[in-house]
Each structure stands twice: as C-alpha cells, then as structure tokens.
C-alpha cells in the first residue's frame, strides 16, 4: 500500500522559512517523479514543484520561482520542498503527490498517489 506522509507546516509570518517533508512507503521511488501541490481556501488546488525520479530535473511554479526549491533524498524515500521568504499568499494546504508520468508536470490527474496535505499558515 502506497503511503505519503506530509510534515512540516506550520504557522509563520511573512519573510519566514519552512521546509516541508514527505515520506513515501509503498513504493520504488525513484521510478517517481514527486510534486508538491497546495490549495489554498476557496481556490482550485495547484502545481507548486516537482522533481523527477533520480532528482535530476525540477520545474517550479511561477509563483514560487526563486523562493522555493524542491529536493529529494531517495535513499531515504524522503521529498523535501524549502520554503523561503513565504508571503501570506502561500498560505495552503500543501500536498505531495507521485506519477510515473514524465510529461505534463503539471496536470494534477497525471499523478497516481497523493498525501492527506500538510497547513501552512502565513501572516502578513
């Protein structure tokens, strides 16, 4: 059974860090490529990062461009995303997620497997 763990939110102010954790079980995992999501209240939920399978590539939302970095330590089944200078426009819920898929980085029904989401919270 295919498990992803999110950690790591939290309630912060505007300028701060966070790193987020996901822990994955189930899995090969470095067959995946793993994303980050989040939805924030009342919006569609969307594509924040994602990382392919051996770590290789990234591809980062415009929004989090420079600000945020996704990483992975596949040794550990482990996918990180470091937030830094976080706005209150972060403020989410923040979802991991896996896909075998190696195109369309960011199309939501691409990905196969998905964690219960973890609340960052930012104060302005």
């Known amino acids: 059974q295919v498990q992803l763990v999110e950690s790591g939110g939290g309630l912060v102010q505007a300028g701060d860090s966070l790193r987020l954790s996901c822990a994955a079980s189930g899995l090969t995992f470095d067959y995946y490529a793993m994303g980050w999501f989040r939805q924030a209240p009342g919006k569609e939920r969307e594509f924040v990062a994602r990382i392919s399978g051996p770590g290789g590539s990234t591809y980062y939302a415009d929004s989090v461009k420079g600000r945020f970095s996704i990483s992975r330590d596949n040794a550990q089944n482990m996918v990180y995303l470091q937030m830094n200078s976080l706005k209150p426009e972060d403020t989410a819920v923040y979802y991991c997620?896996?896909?075998?898929?190696?195109?369309?980085?960011?199309?939501?029904?691409?990905?196969?497997?998905w964690g219960l989401g973890t609340q960052v919270t930012v104060s302005s």
């Open positions: 997620a896996a896909t075998r898929s190696t195109s369309s980085y960011y199309v939501q029904r691409l990905y196969d497997y």
